[in-house]
């Protein structure tokens, strides 16, 4: 018996709200149960209401996160077909310039990948563009936190996760790179092994035992397969999650607007507002790479052929996040020197080991010298504004400029040849340029700084120009000026800059170092016009979170 449509959309309707609060029961029982077991309830209040600052430099850091989603995704399809092994045996694939030639695994199986495998060329090429994506994202991420000073208490720690993830990654792609065993990632591993034999006293033993044997070897390439594959990834997701994590318990820096201070952060929370916006920022970033991988040819092994250690191609360049290094290689004069039948290739051995060394070396100490230089104890969640910084900001760019000229310099055959000049000349040029370039970018930068305080001094003190002039009755012209808006008085205002240290009586070597680097770093700065009740309204504002606890 049919009944009548009124009662079947009643029975309909009630069978929905059986269905909802079945359902609803079942959640609320299947959250106590993990509650019970999991801290579910904390984890999930601190995280789901966590505010996130809505300021475009902030994505730089989601960029990194979700171009390492699309190369964990595409890795593992790729992984799917890939052999390591490095026996070799006559090809047969689609490819027909390369058929009958004798290859490695590696290389055929990269080839099958490229041409017989359904989509394999697309996944190529995006896990390709994914890894430069992320590499280049992470860089510009720890630039964001160099130059605003996100560095400080109570995020050392999380800064030197990200060097580290920085330094992991850059480990990350040359292995990558090196998998396929084509001509040009070939000349690479033997540039990686002229760096291992340089090392002095072990090198010819640690390079022996890398390769297994006299290079290329038979093991090198399953090797680093294990080590790009497995090692690697993991300890790079173990580190991305401790970084988040800290996030979370940190909480973010906030620039300096109404509102803002040393003591809050305000921002979206993280559901469902912060979560919609991410969402849709992670299928661009994915959309984006998809289109890259589609359109932009990248790494075309098969026009490269196999690995032969007897060939080279005339303008072999590695990816750019390590041709600072082939630079640092080409710009080193030749020099050496033989103790005791040892030799020691100081033209490979300073720009390839020491360099690098350095470099990270810097990085991850940093934040404990800033500390130093400026005896800073308290805890910092606002954001420098650089120009308020000049000595930091200065560093920053000198170091991008010393990069820039390295990684001229790692193409300077190509450079030479494509504009017919020497590249003698050249070199010697980039030799000059990658010690004069950044000690001049660093006084210019600085100089631009100091401006730009001065600016925002005449800016206070005299308003904004409006484009419009007055003439008075006897005949001179006024511009008309307009104060400046409270948000950009705040932001302006707003800053906490360390005086100087002073070294009292008779003090250490040490102290009188520390005051001297303390004098230097920052005593150049222009002082804003303020009054007394603006520096106490300041001071509160810059006030660190302990202090409020104390009080």
């Known amino acids: 018996m049919r ?25 609320e029982s299947g959250f106590v149960a993990l509650d019970r077991r999991l801290p579910a309830t904390f984890m999930g209040r601190q995280l789901l209401r966590k505010a996130f600052p809505d300021h475009w430099s902030f994505l730089l850091g989601e960029i990194a996160l979700y171009s390492f989603v699309v190369l964990v995704l595409t890795g593992v399809y790729l992984t799917l077909f ?8 006559a090809y047969h694939g689609a490819y027909a310039p390369l058929r009958g030639l004798r290859m490695t695994q590696a290389y ?33 991420h720890m630039l964001r936190i160099f130059f605003t000073g996100a560095f400080r208490r109570p995020r050392e720690v999380n800064w030197i996760v990200g060097v580290t993830l920085f330094l992991l990654g850059l480990l990350e792609g040359f292995c990558g790179y090196s998998l396929p065993d084509d001509l040009l990632s070939g000349t690479g591993l033997r540039t990686a092994d002229t760096i291992i034999s340089s090392l002095p006293l072990v090198g010819t033993y640690l390079s022996f035992f890398v390769f297994r044997g006299q290079f290329p070897g038979h093991a090198l390439i399953p ?6 594959v497995l090692l690697v990834p993991g300890l790079l997701v173990a580190l991305v999650t401790a970084h988040l994590f800290l996030i979370v318990y940190l909480k973010h820096t906030q620039w300096s607007t109404p509102g803002r201070t040393n003591r809050n952060v305000v921002g979206k929370p993280m ?3 912060f979560t919609t916006k991410s969402s849709g920022f992670f299928f661009m970033v994915f959309g984006v790479l998809g289109a890259l991988g589609a359109l932009a040819q990248i790494n075309p092994i098969w026009a490269y052929g196999p690995y032969r250690a007897d060939q080279v191609t005339t303008d072999a360049q590695p990816d750019w996040y390590v041709g600072f290094l082939e630079g640092a290689l080409r710009l080193m004069p030749p020099a050496e020197t033989n103790v005791a039948g040892h030799t020691f290739m100081w033209n490979v051995l300073l720009p390839a080991v020491v360099l690098p060394g350095v470099l990270f070396l810097l990085l991850f100490t940093y934040p404990f010298f800033e500390k130093w230089v400026s ?8 954001c420098d504004r650089p120009r308020d910084r000049p000595t930091r900001t200065g560093f920053g760019v000198a170091a991008i400029v010393c990069y820039g ?21 050249l070199t010697w040029v980039l030799r000059v340029a990658v010690i004069v370039a950044p000690l001049i970018a660093f006084f210019i930068t600085k100089r631009i700084c100091l401006a730009l305080q001065a600016r925002d001094r005449e800016l206070l003190t005299e308003g904004r120009e409006t484009g419009l002039i007055r003439q008075e009755i006897y005949g001179k012209f006024l511009e008309n000026k307009r104060s400046l808006p409270a948000g950009d008085r705040y932001r302006i205002l707003v800053r906490d800059i360390p005086k100087p240290l002073r070294a009292k009586g008779e003090a250490s070597r040490a102290a009188r170092l520390r005051s001297a680097l303390s004098s ?18 300041i001071a509160a504002r810059t006030a660190p979170p302990e202090l409020e606890a104390s009080e």
């Open 3 to 27: 009944l009548p449509k009124p009662q079947m959309l009643q029975q309909l309707q009630q069978r929905k709200v059986l269905l909802r609060a079945k359902a609803g029961e079942v959640a």
């Open 82 to 89: 890939f052999d390591p092994s490095m026996t070799e045996a």
């Open 108 to 140: 055929s199986s990269t080839l099958d990948i490229s041409f017989d495998v359904r989509g394999g060329l697309l996944m190529r090429q995006v896990h390709h563009w994914a890894a430069l994506l992320f590499i280049a994202a992470i860089g510009v």
């Open 223 to 228: 090797r680093l397969y294990i080590v790009h």
């Open 271 to 273: 559901f469902p507002q």
């Open 375 to 382: 005896n800073e104890r308290s805890e910092h969640h606002l």
């Open 405 to 425: 000229v390295l990684l001229l310099a790692g193409g300077n055959d190509v450079i030479a040849y494509t504009f017919r000049i020497s590249v003698n000349g």
């Open 520 to 537: 230097w770093y920052y005593r150049d700065r222009v002082e804003m016009p303020i009054t007394t009740e603006q520096r106490t309204q």
